[in-house]
């Protein structure tokens, strides 16, 4: 597995995806599976919350979004969607980090 990997939920379900290698973001290799495609995602600022072990994300994504509105900070923030962007593959268990995620609203 490759990491770091980014998923984002949303109510619609989730969009997985993995980071290629600087190596091969010029000229990408093309996926054999249709459900698959390459993307370039977007500079973006985010709020993030970083965790060690295995966090249950919709708990973590609520604790952070509470904490974000508690600040005064809600009106930034974009709570239609949440990521999850995950360092380690699976089978690591000591020394892990989990980042949870919201992005910021574009500034007017």
Avoid at 45 to 73: M, Y
Avoid at 80 to 90: D, K, V
Wanted: proline content about 9%; glycine content about 6%; aromatic content about 8%.
């Amino acid at each position: 597995m490759m990491v770091p990997t980014l998923s984002t939920y949303t109510p619609e379900g989730r969009e997985y995806c993995i980071a290629l290698p600087a190596s091969l973001q010029s000229n990408p290799p093309q996926p054999t599976d249709p459900e698959v495609t390459v993307v370039e995602k977007e500079a973006m600022v985010v709020f993030a919350a970083t965790l060690g072990g295995f966090p249950d994300n919709v708990e973590e994504a609520d604790r952070l979004r509470n904490k974000l509105e508690s600040d005064s900070r809600g009106g930034e923030v974009d709570f239609t969607s949440y990521m999850r962007l995950g360092y380690q593959s699976p089978y690591v268990l000591k020394n892990r980090q989990t980042d949870i995620m919201f992005k910021r609203k574009p500034i007017k």
